[in-house]
């Protein structure tokens, strides 16, 4: 088994296209044909359908593939950390919530960026249902994840800091006059959520699950703007941290209502797979995290709108 075989394969699974993949890999459409048929015929099973013009992974393709990434992963480690010096640089993958990267991280990357001009920086989406596959097979180096506990023992992970979360509304919502809000005062209501899989939204379907209540009707978004953009309209409730509405909160467009359910603060990590080799650059970034959001809570700072790890 070689290496281009493994490097064609990925490839092809990818595009589903024996065309493409012969122009991203510089050869000819004949010779991505016959390195997947050595590949399979190695193997013993077929990796791909070819019905026609169509070309899809087959049940072992599927299966073979994560295998195939993370040899093709570890190879291009391998390839870094010999011609790696001390100093940081080459490209580093990170994952982390819409929310963390841009309330969190701009100040943090400024400095990283001044320290250590010859690191790329990639962010990549941050999809909870598929990071533990990214972060085996290399295409994500280390994730900012908001989880109160990280359960894996696949990874690594270093708590960073707890981060609140409101429940929000318009400050006409009939709930926005309430000095509590309980959980049952949610049932009927509109709740306007970031998608299924959020560590925070999660709490808050655990709770409605446990107490059998039912909200009216459940928007989901992608984005957290989007959400604070229909909660300032009047449309509903919302659940964001603190750290995405504090302006808002402040210039009363939207009102953070007094819960009385259990927290919705979670824990915030930065991990990464166990088995991973840190480079320079994994590291320098890390610690320049733990250092930040040490100091500011040395400082003992509160809530700011400017996006540092300050309290």
Not at 241 to 268: C, M, N, Y
Request: charged share 25%; with cysteine; hydrophobic share 45%.
């Amino acid at each position: 088994m070689e290496v281009r075989q493994l490097q064609i394969f990925r490839i092809l699974a990818e595009e589903l296209n024996f065309t493409r993949t012969a122009d991203r890999v510089h050869t000819v459409q004949s010779n991505v044909t016959a390195q997947i048929k050595t590949l399979e015929e190695e193997l013993g099973v077929p990796l791909f359908d070819r019905l026609g013009r169509r070309v899809t992974l087959t049940d072992a393709g599927h299966r073979f593939l994560p295998f195939a990434a993370q040899a093709l992963s570890a190879m291009e480690e391998g390839q870094r950390a010999v011609k790696a010096g001390s100093e940081p640089s080459g490209p580093l993958r990170i994952s982390a919530p819409e929310s963390i990267v841009t309330y969190r991280l701009p100040q943090l990357l400024r400095k990283f960026r001044r320290k250590y001009p010859h690191v790329e920086l990639i962010f990549r989406p941050h999809l909870d249902n598929t990071l533990t596959v990214e972060l085996e097979t290399g295409k994500i180096d280390l994730v900012i994840e908001m989880r109160d506990t990280i359960s894996s023992s696949a990874f690594q992970a270093v708590p960073l800091r707890l981060e609140r979360v409101f429940l929000l509304a318009h400050g006409s919502h009939p709930l926005a006059a309430h000095r509590t809000v309980k959980p049952a005062d949610l049932a009927g209501q509109t709740l306007l959520l970031t998608e299924y899989g959020c560590g925070y939204r999660a709490k808050l379907d655990r709770i409605l699950a446990m107490q059998n209540i039912r909200p009216g009707h459940v928007t989901e978004f992608a984005s957290v703007e989007a959400i604070k953009q229909c909660v300032a309209a009047g449309m509903g409730i919302a659940l964001l941290p603190a750290i995405a509405v504090a302006r808002e909160i402040s210039q009363h467009q939207v009102k953070a209502l007094h819960w009385a359910g259990s927290s919705f603060d979670i824990q915030t990590h930065i991990l990464w797979h166990k088995d991973k080799w840190v480079s320079p650059a994994m590291a320098a970034f890390r610690d320049l995290v733990k250092d930040t959001v040490e100091e500011a809570e040395m400082e003992g700072n509160g809530l700011v709108i400017s996006g540092s790890f300050a309290r």
